[in-house]
């Protein structure tokens, strides 16, 4: 037997990967700092889990709609339309599990072999991955450091084409913390309005950023709100990755068949999960502002230490969690410095070619890790490149 042709097609996240290395590295007694995984290093504010607890006690531990239930998707749809000043209804609303059925899901039911899907690159791996399993011709936009890691809009123009179908935009972005300024924003809005085109647009760390205003939904443009999927979810700004719930809202004549491959593939989401997740949208939020604080703290102090390195530059990122500092000034591949930081120094992070061809002369370094910590990763990349 041999596997189906398109299983050559389908691409995987390193992080895991350099993960599963980085602990057998520790199982030999290794001291190792991680900044590979894009996970919170925070605990899920604890009335969260309470309100978990008490689901599983009140016997929330059966199937529930496909969708999701309907009183978890009224408060998402009323947090997106205060949040991006749209209006939509619970109707739009699909509770999956992750973030990750929202780039999947929508994408199967659009995207036919050919059609062409534009995408940022460096970006997270699994639009490529997503796009090229389902037949699709992926289109990547490099992310320029000059304009912040933001399209460069020329580019974008000449790339789209009457076989463009779907764009997508991730802001902030991982892997390089990117934001994409209004301006740029509304400016591809005026690009895609008229065209028979649909924008996926990954919000996941949209309240994981560092400016005086929120980014910019493309939902909220005239015009645009029936051409975008929204996907968001609990992961990242609630410390929730493991517990594997997010949403996407959408257009309602892709809802159908949204809820058509949710339930054959997963049934439903966790009943228990989706009564957390209640708790932590209708919850205070004083902790999750708290972690968006630490984060920044972090961040300056982090970048700071990369930039006191030789052949280092790092830009500040405007959201999310990474440092993506350039180091073509090292005179090493992006690679290879990734693979000898953490066999020689002990410092676990991503190659910028793990997100795409255009992150060729970057690392991905996630300061989601304690400030002592992000300080001795520093100082053991500095001992490192002194051995050069």
Request: charged share 20%; net charge negative; with cysteine.
């Amino acid at each position: 037997m041999k596997l189906a042709e398109r299983m050559q097609r389908i691409g995987i996240e390193t992080a895991f990967e350099v993960l599963v290395r980085a602990r057998a590295l520790e199982a030999k007694g290794r001291s190792i700092v991680h900044l590979e995984l894009g996970e919170p290093d925070f605990t899920t504010p604890a009335f969260i889990i309470d309100a978990a607890k008490k689901a599983l006690d009140d016997g929330w531990t059966h199937y529930g709609p496909t969708q999701g239930y309907p009183e978890l998707r009224q408060v998402i749809a009323a947090h997106i339309s205060s949040t991006r000043d749209i209006d939509v209804g619970p109707e739009r609303v699909c509770v999956v599990p992750g973030g990750k059925p929202i780039l999947f899901f929508p994408m199967l039911a659009l995207i036919e072999a050919g059609d062409e899907v534009i995408y940022p690159n460096p970006g997270f791996p699994i639009y490529e991955s997503m796009i090229g399993f389902l037949g699709g011709e992926p289109v990547p936009i490099p992310l320029v450091e000059e304009r912040g890691f933001s399209f460069d809009l020329d580019v974008f123009r000449q790339k789209l084409s009457d076989r463009t179908k779907l764009i997508i935009l991730n802001s902030p972005q991982n892997p390089t913390g990117g934001t994409i300024p209004p301006g740029d924003i509304r400016a591809i809005a005026e690009m895609v309005r008229d065209r028979d085109v649909l924008v996926l647009s990954d919000e996941i760390y949209s309240r994981v950023h560092y400016c005086n205003q929120p980014p910019l939904s493309i939902a909220s443009l005239p015009g645009m709100l029936e051409k975008t999927i929204i996907l968001d979810g609990f992961s990242k700004i609630y410390a929730m990755t493991g517990w594997r719930i997010g949403y996407g809202v959408m257009p309602l004549w892709l809802v159908d068949a949204v809820n058509k491959l949710m339930v054959n593939s997963n049934s439903c989401t966790a009943s228990f999960t989706q009564r957390a997740a209640l708790a932590a949208l209708t919850g205070p939020q004083d902790e999750c502002d708290k972690m968006v604080a630490e984060f920044r703290r972090r961040r300056d102090a982090f970048c700071a230490g990369l930039n006191s390195l030789p052949g280092f530059r790092c830009s500040l990122p405007s959201g999310a969690f990474y440092a993506f500092p350039n180091i073509t000034g090292t005179g090493l591949k992006s690679k290879e410095l990734a693979d000898r930081l953490l066999a020689e120094a002990g410092v676990a992070g991503l190659s910028g070619t793990a997100f795409g061809e255009f992150g060729e002369g970057y690392l991905r370094l996630s300061y989601a890790n304690s400030l002592e910590n992000l300080m001795e990763a520093v100082e053991r990349i500095r001992a490192f490149l002194g051995r050069l």
